[in-house]
């Protein structure tokens, strides 16, 4: 976990841990070491409080550069915000601690639905031992790790289909994207995280320069990180245009507001 401590704009000590899981690992590494750039970015550098609509706009723009894709359990933005504020005083990042006593076969979502489909498992029995693994009293691993239980449940239903129907799985999987091309990607993360990510990387990727910069398609402005950016529709949504690689590109955070300004 990420454990510190504030001050908040009365004076007040505030005391916050983030939990950080195999899932958000990486998101969170890539983040910290670019929360320098991210301030300069929004040009909030000097600035020790920072208003809760700029903290919303750099949570944003952290979900979208950093906690793409599907993330069992998943993060928090309240986390990434409370981040944020550490930063904003002391400019570096929260200390690390490390958990050493997990036992991560208990973790592993795979094996859970393996075991039930070779015990085959009716929805009764299956319910019971769900019930078990999520209620054990000796470490509550599975709370500490999925937080709710229905992000359990989601999680072992996906690997069960996965065993039981692959076929229909990964047609599923096609149909369900090709539905979601009339949606912005902020909310096609929220049902299809995976595919959101994919968008945005791609984007990302066709926007490299020879050296391995990544350039604003309206200005040319170059960075090494995806901080200063945005990933743009080329023919606004309101226009018809839909979230397909084609459509998509990636603009600096001014040259993509002044676009904005225009529709």
Known sequence: MYAFTYLEENGMDHTYQVMVYDSTKDAY?????????????????????????????????????????????PYEEDDVI???????????????????????NKLDVAAIARHIYDEDMGPRKKAEYVDSLWDSAEDDVLRLFFGKKLYFWRQLDIELMKITQPLIYEDNVI??????????LHEIGKTNPDLEKRLRDGAFEKAKNQKG????????????????????????????????????????RSCNARKSDKY
């Open 82 to 104: 409370q981040i944020l504020k550490y930063y904003a005083q002391y400019s570096e990042a929260p200390k690390f601690y490390t958990f050493d006593d997990i036992d991560r």
């Open 29 to 73: 590494i890539a983040m910290m070491e670019e929360l320098p750039e991210l301030f300069s970015a929004f040009q909030v550098e000097d600035e020790e409080f920072l208003a809760d609509s700029t903290l919303r706009d750099m949570a944003e723009q952290c979900r979208s550069t950093f906690f793409l894709g599907d993330m069992i359990p």
């Open 213 to 252: 910069q990544y350039v604003c398609q309206k200005c040319g402005l170059t960075a090494a990180n995806r901080v200063p950016f945005q990933v743009d529709h080329i023919v606004p949504m309101n226009k018809g245009g839909k979230s397909t690689p084609d459509n998509l590109q990636i603009l600096c």
């Open 175 to 184: 149909a369900h994207e090709k539905n979601l091309e009339d949606l912005p």
